[in-house]
């Protein structure tokens, strides 16, 4: 990777571009990017030990590691994939538009092949 | 010439051209289709997860010490495209490049834990895609999910090599930002497929 770096062509003159605004808008971000993978891999870890350890009744931890996996997605979709940020709106009815079919669906399979 | 646009570049050059916009609108589109591909393949799986034939079942098969390995890859996998993505958005091409670099050897690291496990799943237990109902459904929903990681390896494979040498521009920033889409979506796919396949199928 570094030796990529050395090599990059653009220079500090070809970023004047950014105002500074710009800049620590994007370093915000950068640090909120580093919190929500920690938060993932910690809610990953989570449902993992959750699964693992005995304490837990088995009805408990389905419905646990299930609430723990949708906190997951959440943070993918608007962390992540910037689902949050402005000119979203139609992207964010075909994602969900999808999602609520993906409900039904999951749901009329499960009681169909029951 | 192009040194020139490179420094003009806009705030998000993934959507600064009618192409890029309809690229970025389609493809959210696309994924919420993808979305519902999956559920058809979670709903089945969910009604025959305990159609094991007599045969193995899933607490016996899994093991959760590989799933979480293939899970923090993929996870970290989804983490260095994001890297990708800022690098795209301030203008630095060669750091975008190697991010992506990273997002593909990661996910070829899942995808070669993924070959194994499968392999181990037929010779040590005789789990296939016949033995039961159960085995089916497992293979066809993680074999699919397997297969669009494989297809966006191949993807970020061919931008890479095809616009190595063209760098960044308001033509190549909306292709290399839909990749990172797509991989975002795999990861979230995986999310479900750790949690609903492997961890609930060792609950039982």
């Not at chain 2, 609108?25 to 034939?53: I, K, M, P, Q």
Request: aromatic share 16%; with cysteine; net charge neutral.
């Amino acid at each position: 990777m570094s030796t990529h770096e050395s090599t990059e062509h653009v220079s500090e003159h070809d970023q004047s571009h950014l105002d500074i605004h710009h800049k620590i808008a994007h370093e915000k971000e950068f640090k909120q990017q580093i919190v929500s993978f920690i938060m993932m891999i910690f809610i990953t870890m989570l449902a993992f030990v959750a699964v693992a350890s005995d304490a837990i009744s088995d009805s408990f931890t389905v419905i646990f590691i299930m609430i723990l996996a949708g906190i997951q997605l959440v943070f993918q979709l608007y962390m992540f994939m910037h689902l949050s940020h402005k000119g979203h709106q139609y992207p964010a009815w075909g994602i969900f538009f999808g999602v609520f079919v993906a409900g039904t669906c999951v749901v009329a399979l499960m009681g169909m092949i029951w | 010439m192009r040194a020139e646009e490179m420094s003009k570049l806009p705030a998000n050059p993934e959507r600064a051209t009618l192409d890029g916009k309809n690229k970025f609108l389609g493809f959210w589109f696309f994924l919420g289709g993808e979305t519902v591909l999956f559920a058809s393949l979670f709903g089945v799986y969910l009604g025959l997860r305990n159609a094991t034939n007599g045969g193995v079942t899933s607490n016996e098969l899994f093991e959760l010490p590989l799933v979480f390995i293939a899970t923090m890859l993929l996870l970290t996998s989804s983490l260095t495209s994001v890297f990708a993505t800022m690098a795209l958005k301030t203008n630095h091409f060669k750091r975008m490049i190697g991010w992506f670099v990273v997002t593909a050897l990661l996910g070829l690291a899942f995808l070669g834990l993924e070959i194994y496990e499968f392999n181990h799943y037929v010779h040590e237990y005789g789990h296939t895609m016949q033995s039961s109902a159960w085995g089916s459904a497992f293979y066809t929903l993680v074999g699919t999910h397997g297969a669009h990681v494989t297809a966006g390896i191949i993807w970020i494979a061919l931008l890479i090599f095809r616009n190595m040498r063209r760098g960044m521009d308001l033509y190549t920033a909306p292709k290399f930002y839909l990749f990172a889409l797509y991989w975002h979506f795999i990861d979230v796919v995986w999310i479900f497929i750790f949690t609903v396949v492997y961890l609930m199928g060792k609950v039982g």
